[in-house]
């Protein structure tokens, strides 16, 4: 039975599920209609999702933009009444004048997080909207690491998989992506990272956009350079989002630069 969450700002409740789908907009900045249906009302027509949405933006703790020129229809986000329902600070509400890039670069992060969602569905492991959290920043020697998100996958056998995850549209050039290697490198090597992680987290790639095979090769290549030259590197694993799309990501489609065999995310 659902849960009534009490609302500060105008004395009404959410029920619980309401308050999951606001709490997931405001980690996560952006989502279609489709990903907050997968996420919380899995195995099921998205007639509830027509009606919970609206409902909710009556009440002004979501609201949406447009994006139908990639077909997704309205993409939705909290507001600064939304995050304050959930005692979040205001100045976490973001001023959503999104560029399309961004739009797509974000969806394209919380599709990851949401097809592991519904992978773990599958094999009884434990992973939902708050086992990720998106552009989280981490000091570091001369400045800030901020992954694209920070994942924390649970197995059924009460283990954990921490990654770190970097999503690359195509509109990245490859030395930038070299560039966050080293930065992965020097916040290992710095040591601030045990103040937040038992073990430091792999860094997952996720090639994406057009001719993402070739640069896969082409960052494998580098990254197997660059990483051989550092003391203590991160654990780099790379695959193209095609892979990830057709076979799910868990499958075996990861690769290591200086492993020829693929694995899988959590291996």
């Known amino acids: 039975m659902a849960r009534p969450i009490p609302s500060l700002c105008d004395g009404r409740v959410l029920v619980e599920r309401d308050e999951a789908i606001v709490e997931s907009l405001a980690l996560h900045h952006l989502m279609t209609a489709g990903q907050i249906r997968r996420l919380h009302f899995p195995d099921v027509s998205d007639r509830p999702i027509r009606r919970v949405m609206p409902r909710l933006a009556g009440r002004g703790l979501v609201a949406a933009l447009s994006d139908r020129a990639r077909g997704h229809g309205k993409v939705w986000y909290a507001t600064a009444l939304g995050l304050a329902t959930l005692g979040l600070p205001p100045v976490q509400a973001r001023a ?3 560029g399309r890039s ?14 592991l969602t519904e992978e773990a569905r599958l094999r009884g492991d434990q992973f939902g909207h708050l086992h990720w ?10 400045g800030l690491v901020i992954p694209d998100a920070v994942i924390t996958y649970e197995l059924a056998d009460g283990s954990q998989a921490l990654r770190f995850l970097e999503m ?26 045990r103040a937040h992680y038992l073990a430091f987290p792999k860094v ?7 001719y993402q ?41 990861w690769h290591h630069p200086e492993q020829g065999e693929q694995r899988g995310l959590l291996g």
């Not at 998106?134 to 570091?140: F, G, M, R, S, Y």
């Not at 580098?222 to 990501?249: C, F, K, N």
């Open 133 to 142: 959290r998106n552009e989280v920043p981490h000091k570091a020697p001369g």
């Open 204 to 210: 997952a790639v996720v090639l994406a956009g057009p």
């Open 96 to 98: 959503l004048v999104a």
């Open 213 to 253: 095979r070739e640069r896969l090769e082409h960052l494998l290549r580098a990254a197997s350079r660059i990483l051989s030259g550092i003391a203590a590197p991160p654990v780099v694993l790379l695959a193209a989002a095609e892979d990830v799309a057709t076979r799910g990501p868990l499958a075996p489609i």
């Open 168 to 193: 690359d549209l195509g509109s990245m050039p490859v030395p930038r992506v070299q560039e966050k290697f080293l930065r992965y490198a020097s916040y290992r090597r710095s040591d601030h990272w």
């Open 102 to 115: 961004r739009v797509a670069h974000t969806l394209a992060i919380n599709e990851f997080c949401v097809a």
